[in-house]
């Protein structure tokens, strides 16, 4: 007998109940797979939070480094005022004006703490470069306590400058 004659001879019943075996099986197998997929997903969730907490822990780290590192580059204060810092500044900022008069006044206390102060006078400056002074003053952590700038009396557009520069930013 050949298969096709085998097949023939079963009855409707018993294809009925072999196509019901295998769709109950095929629902097992897809109730187990879900199952299974279910446990996946979770374990990938479970480690997606981790390396969340991770990289949070690590950006954490890398700011308070880098924090640190900033503060730790950062002077601690101004280096101080020396005669040869403020000639190095007024040198820079002033190409047309020159420098008549360069004179420590001596230390001076102001809110119990004592400063050292030097004055300065410039002759034919511009303002531009009055301006470009005081920056320059300022990055240095260096201030003009005292500035008065006064037309020569020729009537020229440049300024003579006289200064007086402590230490100390300006509050």
């Given at each position: 007998m050949s298969i096709l004659g085998l097949l023939g001879s079963l009855s409707e019943r018993v294809y009925i109940?072999?196509?019901?075996?295998?769709?109950?099986?095929?629902?097992?197998?897809a109730y187990f797979i879900k199952q299974d997929t279910y446990v996946l997903e979770q374990k990938i969730l479970s480690r997606q939070k981790d390396?969340?907490?991770?990289?949070?822990?690590?950006?954490?780290?890398?700011?308070?480094r880098l924090s640190s590192q900033r503060l730790a580059t950062k002077p601690a204060g101004p280096a101080g005022i020396s005669l040869a810092l403020i000639e190095e500044i007024v040198t820079r900022s002033f190409v047309?004006?020159?420098l008549t008069s360069l004179k420590p006044v001596g230390l001076k206390e102001e809110r119990e703490r004592q400063q050292m102060v030097v004055e300065l006078k410039i002759a034919g400056a511009a303002l531009a470069e009055v301006v470009s002074f005081m920056k320059a003053l300022e990055a240095k952590g260096l201030r003009a306590?005292?500035?008065q700038m006064t037309l020569p009396q020729a009537g020229g557009a440049l300024l003579d400058i006289s200064a007086t520069i402590a230490e100390g930013s300006v509050r």
């Open positions: 109940m072999v196509f019901a075996g295998v769709c109950v099986l095929a629902a097992f197998s390396v969340a907490a991770v990289q949070a822990s690590r950006d954490l780290y890398e700011a308070r047309g004006g020159r306590k005292k500035l």
